[in-house]
């Protein structure tokens, strides 16, 4: 077996990767909101970040200590109870879906609000009786969360896991109901759909890595209390 | 480093079972990690002998309605097999903690107390965790029989880090050793002390266990300033334990603080450096402790190094206080740099039995051709060796070997 000797070499560099914080960022509609937090925290990011064409996916920021992921919203999570990240916005669905023990979420953001429902078909919806469910089949986003939902009340739930476009699973016939977030409402309406039960009320929070708080408290309470001031700022 | 080859590990032809694959979470260790393993074990336990700690070795498998704790009830996490024999089902044991305790109270209970015993061995259970996925890993721990002591506390922390810094973990400043001190305790007393319902305790706990303030102030009502400030000393323990001095507390839950400050004076006393944390209100996998928890991270490292805590050895008549920790081997080589291979000197077929001894006496690892191979270079390479003998002296190849 060869001994590479990288560590003399590499070490350095590796340590000082690592005594970098990362934070995780979920791409799209969010993200618009989660700016301004990031202004008020004091945190700039390279022009980079701002690109649409540019092909990096780690970004530096002002804070030499500090460097930011996008990723998508489910990944966010992801990245940051293994560790790969210290430090996210996340939002609550997400969160509650994976149910990672890994993930503290100590600050409410009080944005991205929207909630997680139930929905079915309009004709569905008006001649069914939830008494006599044993077992619905759901498409969703979901699995977990849905499972958990309709376990609770002793309905077996059949998930369909879909990555978008849910409300088309009902209009094809894959199912009659989804758990989808609902915002407006708007959506579910224009496809026929109707919201029946209401599941959780969502916003974003930030969130850190457990492991990350236990060895780092001060790295990671700094930008607990640095968003938490800029939460404050805002109300 | 051998490049990657497509061609290896060979495909299996359609229709034939891969021999090669194991069970998720299983796995084959292999040179050098197996030898690395063992050894570091060993050295666990030597630092554990060296403070009073007698080994025990319980067996694999036991009767299941032994290896249930004080609750009564046997984990989850335990695999269960009928006993051809007694016709009674059994357990692989999934802990070894309560397996200690369980001799510790039964064949052990006439001896005097305090009990110090120790132990290492693999444990197998029904799934992984997300950060560990192994189902079998070797375990080493410590465990104090009858004592309720703040100094058994103490010295059951210390000697788990003594023990972890002797093997190398933290030696590199940004892998850290840090120690993260609980109560768990501590949160059902305040919210007895505030009457909250079962309900209410319920999501309390939930929203803790995520640190999420939001939801906790929901949930605890009259508790959610104490609660928060709580919540808040968790951190660097001088800090946490500064900010929480004069907390208001129920009476209950002052002692079980107080407790914890003794104890971190303690353990400072010994180990001015080392790194510690708090977590007042962390209660997630510590569900059965009675009294002070920890768990032991390197910084970097996914996981824990291990756990342990505070909990009641034996079951009815026979209670006794007891605190322990237990080391995960697998999260443990994860924290230290990557075993290297040792040096290994080739010796050709036909040397003499006292030459091959007396490099042998000197610590070498010798490896001797078992059959005639052409320069002493080449069976190097054949028998995977860093040295040849040249000249009388062990001399480097000068190759890396593949």
Known sequence: ?235 | MAAYDPQFPPRTEPGQAPQALLPNGLRDMLPPEAAREAALAQKLIEVMDGYGYERVKPPLVEFEEGMAGSAGTVSRRVFRLMDPVSQKMMGVRADMTMQVARIATSRLAHQRRPLRLSYAGDVLRVSGSMLSPERQFTQVGAEIIGSEAAEADAEIVVLAADALTSIGIGQNPAHALSIDLMVPPLVPLVCAAFDLDETATAEVRQALDHKDAAAMSRAAGPATDILTRLMRATGPVEDGLASLRDLALPAQAKTVLDRLSTVVDLIRGRLPDLTLTIDPVENRGFEYHTGISFSLFARGTRGELGRGGRYIAGRNGSREPAIGVTLYMDTVLRALPEAETPPRLFLPRNTPVSELARWRAEGWIVVQALEDVGSDAQGARLYRCSHIVKDGQASPTGETSE
């Not at chain 1, 202004?39 to 996916?57: N, T, V």
């Open chain 1, 1 to 235: 077996m060869t001994t590479i000797d990288m560590t003399d070499m590499a070490a350095p560099a590796v340590a000082a990767a690592r005594e970098k914080l990362v934070m995780a960022l979920p791409k799209g509609r969010i993200l618009d909101e989660v700016m301004p937090f990031l202004a008020r925290a004091g945190i700039e990011p390279e022009p980079a970040f701002f690109d649409d064409k540019s092909r990096k996916l780690r970004f530096e920021t002002n804070e030499p200590s500090l460097d930011i992921i996008r990723v998508r919203s489910f990944d966010v999570a992801t990245f940051l109870a293994f560790g790969a990240a210290h430090l996210a916005v996340a939002g609550n669905d997400v969160l509650m879906e994976f149910a990672y023990p890994e993930i503290y979420a100590p600050l409410d953001l009080d944005i991205g609000h929207c909630h997680l429902a139930v929905a079915a078909k309009v004709e569905v919806a008006e001649g069914d009786d939830p008494r006599l469910w044993s077992h619905v089949r759901v498409a969703t986003k979901y699995p977990n969360i849905t499972r958990r939902h309709f376990a609770a009340r002793g309905v077996q739930a059949e998930c369909v896991k879909l990555n978008g476009a849910i409300e088309l699973a009902p209009l094809l016939g894959l199912c009659r109901r989804i758990v989808d977030l609902v915002s407006t409402g708007r959506t579910l309406r224009e496809n026929g759909l109707v919201e029946v039960e209401h599941i959780a009320h969502i916003t974003s929070r930030f969130a850190v890595n457990r492991a990350a708080m236990k060895t780092r408290p001060r790295d990671i309470n700094h930008w607990i209390d640095r968003f938490e001031e800029a939460a404050n700022g805002q109300r």
